[in-house]
């Protein structure tokens, strides 16, 4: 008898876009001639950097000759892609991070996904609340998280409460924990965690023997100096943190494909019988086992980000995105709403008037403003009360959006 794994069967059903989707619909029903703006959506719009675009051309033509044809690349990643990595983002912050550390794959989503596997099955795990769904979603299917409960969250995980009233550094967990994760900048939030908020977490899983998953997916973003750009520039963080990154909001790379992972080799958990191993062989064993390297005409337009032009080109775009940011934030708190994030990442999180439950703003910034957004709610039961809203969409219907909402939103 093929059993299914009940794990699954825990999940909550993907509601929260679903939801959107179903709710713009019924509007565009009873108004057709609404003209809707959709500043909800977590992907970027810019095309690819036009130095990606010209190394992928050259590696389709590579693949067109015997003589450089590649079929399996290595696992693990080029290495003039790794090197490329390591040089522009670690050893021009003074870290030293080697070849055999670095994991390239087709996102992280999938990285923060598949991590979990190399942790006991009986690991407790801490989240922020609200949070990227993935990391929760990925430790409920392997078990770890006891099941839903009424107030809609899993009994067995401890729940990191970001909110404006801590300012969106989560206090410790009340509770023992084995895998944290932590995302900065942060999605939903747009906010960032300081140097010493950071500084706190590494302090406690070096205390605790706990690994901290850090996912710095929006780190390219950052614009204040003195927010680390990766958690390595944290003292000690080189012996419990495993860091996640991507070209997807970096270089528009969402639809094309490509991250990577750092594993440094001093990172190191516990087996049961007391002997402590280092994780980064077990993910490379993971990673050579499930997964058989990135396309190579991907891995080349990754590593042209990283030429002068490339990075020339990728600034432009992240500046641009920026500047819809900003136009957001000071659009909104003008008209005296509480807005967070959107100085070093592309999300504005406001707080709701009135504290308004985060469908009802939903519903009543279509109704009276025709911009559509995503409730707090849907990432987390601390979600409630906030609304999200991207910096991701074109410039005219961000500033025709911002000044919708100034004209017709009753507030
Ligand atoms: C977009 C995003 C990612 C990146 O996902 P990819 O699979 O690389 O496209 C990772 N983490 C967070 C929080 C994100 O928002």
């Known amino acids: 008898m093929a059993y299914l794994n009940e794990n699954y069967l825990k999940l909550p059903g993907n509601y929260l876009f679903s939801e959107v989707a179903r709710r713009v619909a019924a509007y565009r029903e009873e108004h057709p001639e609404a003209e809707i703006i959709r500043l909800g959506i977590g992907d970027v719009t810019l095309p690819l950097p036009a130095a990606s675009i010209a190394a992928m051309h050259a590696a389709v033509d590579e693949m067109a000759k015997k003589e450089t044809f590649r079929g399996y690349g290595p696992e693990q990643g080029y290495d003039f892609l790794i090197d490329a990595i390591i040089g522009k983002n670690y050893t021009s912050l003074g870290l030293k991070i080697s070849r055999d550390e670095v994991f390239v794959s087709d996102g992280s989503k999938s990285d923060c996904g598949n991590i979990q596997e190399i942790f006991s099955a009986d690991a407790s795990i801490a989240i922020t609340d609200p949070v990227y769904p993935v990391y929760l979603d990925t430790n409920v299917m392997a078990g770890r998280t006891g099941a839903l409960d009424k107030d809609g ?66 780190a390219a973003y950052i614009t204040e100096p003195d927010i680390p750009r990766s958690i390595y520039e944290i003292e000690g963080a080189r012996e419990v943190a495993i860091e996640f990154r991507s070209f997807s909001k970096t270089a528009g790379f969402t639809g094309t494909r490509c991250g990577y992972t750092v594993v440094p080799q001093s990172v190191t958990a516990k087996a049961k019988d007391g002997s402590r191993h280092p994780l980064n062989a077990l993910w490379a064993r993971r990673h050579s086992t499930k997964f058989n390297g990135t396309a190579y005409i991907i891995q080349r337009g990754a590593a042209a980000i990283y030429t002068d032009e490339g990075q020339k080109q990728v600034a432009e775009n992240i500046a641009y995105y920026m500047e819809n940011a900003r136009i957001i934030r000071e659009g909104l708190s003008s008209l005296g709403l509480s807005v967070f994030g959107g100085v070093n990442a592309p999300y504005i999180w406001l707080k709701t008037p009135n504290a308004m439950p985060s469908w009802d703003f939903f519903d009543k910034l279509l109704r009276e403003a025709n911009v559509v957004g995503t409730p707090g709610a849907g990432f987390g039961p601390s979600g409630e009360g906030y609304f999200r809203l991207t910096a991701f969409g074109a410039r005219e219907d961000t500033e025709k959006a911002i000044a919708r909402i100034r004209e017709k939103l009753a507030l």
Request: charged share 20%; aromatic share 12%; with cysteine.
């Open 153 to 218: 969250r899993f009994a067995g995980v401890a729940y990191l409460p970001s909110t404006e009233e801590n300012g969106f550094a989560p206090a410790l967990p009340d509770r023992p924990v084995d895998m944290i994760y932590l995302c900065c900048p942060n999605n939903p939030t747009g906010t960032t965690l300081s140097r010493t908020e950071l500084a706190k977490w590494v302090d406690y899983a070096r205390a605790n023997d706990a690994v901290i998953l850090f996912d710095a997916a929006y």
